[in-house]
């Protein structure tokens, strides 16, 4: 059994909210987004993104791919599909030119979790006290770092820290990243915006994942933790605990 919460809170500094999640308890499919863009048009990036996955998977049931390479390719059409439909509304309309989002996707299956992402939204695998990263960013500092040109420290101050090297809807074409990880009994998967990690360090989510064991109330603390360090960003959280007991959801 696994257990789950899922939030998002628009931040203290911004005026709206660009971020989108959505759960799938049944598909046992979690999906985040952040959009970006003028004009609201990251709000209609960040949702045309997650409801087109949505969508995609109530069309084509998940539960018939087996293999690590059938989950691979799902997902890959999966995002591919999303991408054409944020890339064709920012074609079609002016006020929508430029838009694009992060997605991030995870798929439970098995003991077992299959994650595809797209930018710079995450997810972190919690395991015996540990917090680790289990995407990468495609970020402009990420790559500095990569190539040994910066620190990670370096990376934190640096004037570029947001800018997205890959996105949903910037180009015609996308290429998702794809991981997969064994679970065990008392796992966590964190899926996340930057509103999240950029206020927040690895140190600071696992103090506040060993303080609280429900996930509803686990997101609530995340927000308030996010907001109370800057609030700077839009912050979407979501928490699935395995084997955390009966569903739970929020």
């Known amino acids: 059994m696994i257990q789950i919460g899922f939030k998002s809170s628009k931040g203290i500094k911004r005026k709206n909210n660009e971020d ?3 759960v799938m308890p049944k598909e046992e499919v979690y999906i985040v987004a952040d959009g970006v863009g003028g004009n609201n048009a990251g709000e209609l990036a960040s949702r045309t993104a997650v409801t087109s996955v949505a969508a995609y998977i109530k069309k084509n049931p998940i539960g018939e791919m087996f293999s690590e390479e059938q989950i691979g390719e799902y997902f890959k059409d999966c995002m591919e599909e999303a991408n054409k439909k944020v890339y064709d509304l920012a074609e079609k309309y ?5 838009m694009a989002t992060t997605l991030v996707v995870c798929h439970l299956k098995k003991n077992r979790a299959y994650i595809s992402n797209v930018g710079d939204s995450r997810a972190y695998i ?28 370096e990376a934190k101050g640096h004037q570029k820290v947001n800018m997205i090297t890959k996105a949903l809807g910037a180009e015609r074409e996308i290429a998702p990243d794809f991981y997969t990880t064994d679970l065990n009994k008392g796992d966590m998967i964190l ?3 930057d509103g999240l990690y950029g206020e927040l360090d690895n140190k600071k989510m696992e103090k506040i994942i060993k303080k609280e064991e429900n996930m509803p109330a686990l997101t609530d603390e995340f927000i308030k933790a996010a907001n109370k360090a800057g609030g700077r ?3 979407t959280v979501i928490c699935i605990k395995i084997d955390g007991g009966e569903n739970n959801e929020q």
């Open 20 to 22: 989108a999640c959505f």
């Open 94 to 98: 002016e006020q929508n030119r430029g």
């Open 126 to 153: 919690f395991r015996k006290g540990t917090l680790s990263q289990l995407t990468e960013d495609h970020t402009y500092v990420n790559s500095l770092i990569k190539m040994g040109v910066i620190t990670e420290d």
């Open 191 to 193: 899926l996340c915006t």
């Open 233 to 235: 960003d839009n912050i």
